[in-house]
């Protein structure tokens, strides 16, 4: 089993549209959690870190779930300039010195 | 706002050739990060760096790769005899700490080509 998956979509929505994207992670001892946003080509980027009580910035909410150990991510009102990819990343715990696990990445268009 | 930088941004190199990536890291970071990604695929950890040494390593950091913090700014990757296969996006990063709270800064990247 994949330490994190993520449906890789493409996700092709309309301006305006709401969009939600999965993830589950097999490692149970796993820490902290984070959604980063990658363009073509760029390197990651934090987008927000996903806590147990879910968390919400501006029109992007993040969930965590950890009996099931899934994430998502949820974007209201969709603008072409969130088109991009969106990786699940885990950071691990104990005697790991804040190693990163990322997933494949779910691409995300959204067009006019 | 301070950011982590890389350079070369592209690099071209023959097969069985020696290339080193820099990467000079935000300047009150502590722990420093490699990571890889193969065109299409996901971003894989290499390596992590605290004190002036290895704390992590992946598989993939094999004989071949060494890291090193040669002057208190610069962050350095080494490939000793490049492989086709060693074709990727390399991402140097930087975090102030490692628990649950602090964010890694990514650099933007160098390109390697391997011919």
Excluded at chain 1, 9 to 37: I, K, L
Excluded at chain 2, 95 to 109: C, I, K
Aim: with cysteine.
């Amino acid at each position: 089993r994949k330490e994190v998956e993520q449906d890789p979509g493409p996700f092709n929505v309309p301006e305006g549209a709401t969009v939600a994207f999965n993830c589950t992670y097999s490692n149970s001892a796993s820490q902290s959690f984070f959604w980063y946003r990658q363009d073509c080509r760029k390197e990651p980027k934090l987008l927000m870190s996903v806590y147990s009580s879910g968390n919400e910035d501006g029109r992007f909410t993040a969930q965590l779930n950890r009996a099931s150990q899934y994430i998502s991510l949820l974007i209201r009102d969709s603008k072409l300039s969130d088109s991009a990819t969106y990786l699940c990343v885990v950071k691990s715990s104990g005697t790991s010195y804040g190693k990163l696990t990322f997933g494949q990445g779910t691409i995300l268009t959204v067009h006019p | 706002e301070p950011e982590v930088t890389q350079t070369p941004s592209h690099q071209v190199t023959q097969m069985g050739q020696e290339v080193i990536l820099r990467c000079v890291p935000i300047s009150n970071h502590l722990y420093f990060y490699w990571y890889r990604q193969i065109l299409g695929q996901k971003v894989e950890f290499l390596v992590s760096f605290y004190n002036n040494e290895i704390s992590e390593k992946s598989e993939i950091f094999d004989d071949q790769f060494s890291v090193e913090r040669p002057d208190g700014s610069n962050f350095t990757l080494k490939i000793r005899s490049t492989k086709l296969e060693d074709s990727a996006m390399y991402f140097c990063a930087s975090t102030p700490g490692q628990g649950a709270g602090y964010e890694q800064y990514f650099g933007p990247g160098t390109r390697l080509t391997v011919t």
